[in-house]
């Protein structure tokens, strides 16, 4: 078991933004502290506003799997085991499909819900699973960048804004909210799920989070019962004048109970019909529809689906890694929709590459480059955005990037969550796509 100590060091010590002191305890938790009402002290917030939710789809989604490039004869070519036939996609075009294992994104694209971008990538793509994936978190393809590009938009465009502006659904910060201010909060706890469902109480997630911030004997240091906590995704600590890094942290963490009993008591108000299935993304996205339904003051939600790196016998397992999502993106906008708050939610999905165009020789795809995301909900302007790349001119086996993904975000950022520039946030300008509605 990890000590109390162990905890606050591996949470708040092993990330990478980074933020002060005072003004965090004072101008936040103390808001906090007065209840749910007084959640929000920025001026524009996710309980009144837009807001967007990230899924990353983790390991390299392989794009062509996705968006089936079915009436091109070199996909058929470089894939006699893995190509999709005409009759196992949804045809959006009369080249392109959807893997038929969403047919609820299929719906939504036929609604004018589902925007498509094809062929996303950066420049000189990199086939690591950190370097890209830091790429993509960061917005900065020299893969020098201390902060990521949502905690630049949290630092930027919402000042003043309390922790919970971000929250990620993961067991470490994502590097995307890395910030000099604000960072977000980090949520993954086995005591808020069995609460939220009903398989524990109260009184337990309470007792986890009091031994948490129990005093420390000095010779004997208290188990912390195990999972982790609602607190701030924070890093190199700075700003502290007169008191311990230790003594710090422990400040901290307890103003991160305060934290974590109000997003677990607003969360726990809202009570769906909609059926959501068990898998760990759509146990994920319920919380979400839970905490937007509670008036969480949340801008942007950060969740995952993972598995997706699919070197041997891909056919069955990409179809149901797709079909997860699909189903829990079904349930997730149907909850959205019952509460009124659909229009008000945008979805976005990105992965650090796609695959190679042939397949290998395990009937698995080996890393790519380009691929194409989705964006998703009635505020979204459907269709497929830009041009499926070519399966001929390649680059060392892989397709070339048509859209930069600094263009999707850039796009994000002004025309949804209205952030002032997305020069600071993306260190340039980038040209926009029309993927939300007027």
Not at 47 to 72: E, R, S, Y
Not at 178 to 188: F, H, I, Q, R, T
Not at 337 to 358: A, H, I, P
Request: aromatic letters at 8%.
């Amino acid at each position: 078991m990890k000590t109390r100590r162990d905890f606050l060091r591996s949470t708040v010590l092993g990330a990478s933004a980074t933020w002060t002191v005072p003004i965090f305890i004072e101008r936040t938790f103390g808001q906090l502290h007065e209840g749910a009402r007084d959640l929000a002290i920025q001026p524009t917030t996710g309980k009144d506003d837009t807001i967007l939710v990230v899924l990353q789809l983790a390991g390299g989604n392989d794009g062509l799997n996705t968006l089936v490039p079915f009436g091109d004869d070199a996909y058929h070519q470089a894939r006699p085991r893995l190509a999709k036939k005409e009759k196992e996609i949804i045809k959006l075009s009369d080249h392109v499909g959807l893997n038929g294992s969403m047919p609820f994104l299929g719906s939504m694209f036929k609604e004018g819900n589902l925007g498509i971008v094809q062929g996303v990538g950066y420049p000189n793509p990199n086939r690591s699973h950190f370097v890209s994936t830091s790429i993509w978190e960061t917005a900065d393809t020299s893969n020098h960048s201390s902060t990521g590009w949502l905690g630049r938009y949290f630092d930027n465009a919402c000042p003043g804004a309390d922790p919970t502006v971000g929250i990620s659904f993961n067991k470490t910060q994502p590097e995307a909210f890395g910030a000099e201010k604000n960072p977000g909060v980090c949520l993954s706890s086995p005591e808020l799920y069995r609460w939220m469902y009903g398989g524990g109480d109260k009184a337990k997630a309470e007792e986890f989070f009091a031994d948490l911030n129990k005093p420390d004997d000095d010779d004997h240091d208290e188990p912390n019962n195990g999972g982790s906590i609602a607190m701030p995704a924070g890093g190199k600590v700075g700003g502290i004048t007169g008191e311990g890094n230790l003594a710090f942290l422990e400040r901290v963490a307890l103003d991160a109970r305060v934290s974590s009993k109000t997003i677990l008591e607003l969360a726990s108000k809202h009570r769906t019909s909609v059926q959501y299935e068990g898998t760990p993304l759509s146990r994920n996205l319920n919380l979400v529809a839970r905490m937007i339904a509670g008036g969480m003051p949340t801008r942007v939600y950060y969740v995952s689906h993972g598995g997706f790196d699919t070197h041997n016998q891909q056919v069955n397992s990409h179809d149901r890694l797709l079909g997860q999502m699909d189903s829990a993106l079904k349930s997730f906008f149907a909850d959205l929709k019952d509460q009124g708050n659909d229009k008000r939610v945008v979805l976005m999905t990105f992965s650090e590459f796609g695959r190679r165009v042939s397949e290998n020789a395990s009937a698995g795809t080996d890393h790519g480059k380009a691929s194409c995301l989705f964006v998703a909900g009635p505020s979204v302007k459907g269709g497929l955005h830009s041009k499926h790349p070519s399966l001929t001119d390649l680059s060392e086996g892989d397709i070339k990037h048509t859209v930069d993904f600094r263009s999707v975000y850039g796009t994000v950022l002004d025309d949804w969550l209205k952030a002032p520039s997305m020069k600071p946030i993306l260190g340039a300008m980038y040209p926009k796509l029309p993927l939300i509605r007027a």
